[in-house]
């Protein structure tokens, strides 16, 4: 962005699934959080159905996304491995490869 995102301001959208008014509330809270930082930065927050929701997530077509999970098991590598290593699901939906990390 060679630095001049502030100047020049951007737009991004964030989806969230048709239905699910608990996603509903954070896309509108990341928009109202990003928007109050710069009236150059906006927020489009649109409703999707939801296999076309999961199928850009998956992809990694979605800038932003919001998804829920829970823990399997209470137990530190039940979090850090599917964020933070690169055969992780929710590092691989986010594109997040650190193999030197490993």
């Given at each position: 962005w060679g630095g001049q995102v502030w100047e020049k301001g951007f737009k991004i959208?964030?989806?969230y699934n048709t239905g699910n008014e608990v996603r509903k509330t954070v896309?509108?809270?990341l928009k109202e959080n990003i928007e109050s930082l710069n009236p150059k930065f906006k927020v489009e927050?649109?409703?999707v159905e939801w296999p076309i929701y999961l199928k850009a997530m998956v992809k990694s077509q979605l800038p932003v996304f919001i998804i829920g999970w829970l823990a399997d098991y209470p137990d530190p590598d039940n979090f850090v491995f599917?964020?933070?290593h690169?055969?992780?699901?929710?590092a691989a939906w986010q594109g997040?490869?650190?193999p030197s990390e490993e």
């Open positions: 959208i964030v989806l896309a509108e809270m927050v649109r409703a599917p964020y933070m690169s055969e992780g699901t929710f997040y490869v650190t």
